[in-house]
């Protein structure tokens, strides 16, 4: 009787080992765990997703481009139709001169052009678009020259087919300001004003 209580008593005792080795502790100080310990994603103070920011143009579409509150230039899509290359790049010079939507004004773009710039293309010839600019007295100088410059290269070389731009002004030769500040009548190209995408002229 005496061996069979005292298993008894050896197999309780194990029992009750086990359930308190596996059960959730009641008490005790609080502990810090390593932030190697906890699941990926669950410590992160920032959100999963980010808004989506306002929609930019398609690599493979027209488009023109704006200005930022920041000074940088972004492009944004246009419909330019079809046609042929003249009929296409007067359509999407109309749309610059034209400036902003209001949904684009809405995200604070803007247009370093007048806004009763008139834009009109001369002639396409090797792939150089000459685009006369009519415009009025107050026409942008300085840092605003630039960017508008930049604004007319970019958006007519966004179309294939076109290179380079050489800029006239009421029929007349213009000069027009590099990045650099040197002015120039030789064509244009997309990678003169490139730097415009990633900080204003200064």
């Known amino acids: ?22 059960g959730v502790p009641t008490g005790g100080e609080p502990e810090t765990i390593a932030s190697t310990d906890i699941p990926y994603g669950l410590a992160s103070t920032t959100p999963t997703s980010a808004p989506a920011p306002p929609p930019a143009a398609r690599s493979n579409e027209p488009r ?9 230039l ?41 806004p009763e710039v008139r834009l009109s293309l001369t002639t396409i010839e090797g792939g150089t678009a000459t685009i006369d600019i009519s415009a009025p007295e107050n026409a942008p100088s300085g840092r605003e020259s630039r960017q ?6 970019l958006t007519a ?15 007349g030769p213009v000069e027009a300001p590099l990045l650099s500040g040197e002015l120039t009548t030789a064509p244009l190209t997309a990678e003169d004003y490139d730097a415009l995408l990633t900080s204003p002229p200064s």
């Open 148 to 153: 508008a410059v930049g604004q007319v290269v």
């Open 1 to 22: 009787m005496s061996a069979r209580r005292t298993a008894g008593s050896t197999a309780l005792a194990v029992s009750l080992l086990l359930t308190s080795a596996c």
């Open 64 to 72: 023109i481009y704006l200005v930022t509150a920041e000074g940088v």
């Open 74 to 114: 972004v492009p944004r899509g246009r419909t330019s139709g079809d046609g042929s290359l003249e009929q296409r790049l007067t359509r999407l010079l109309a749309g610059l001169a034209a400036g902003p939507t209001s949904g684009e004004r809405g995200d604070q773009l803007t247009s370093a052009l007048p």
């Open 157 to 171: 070389t966004s179309l294939p087919g076109i290179e380079g731009v050489v800029l006239t002004r009421d029929g």
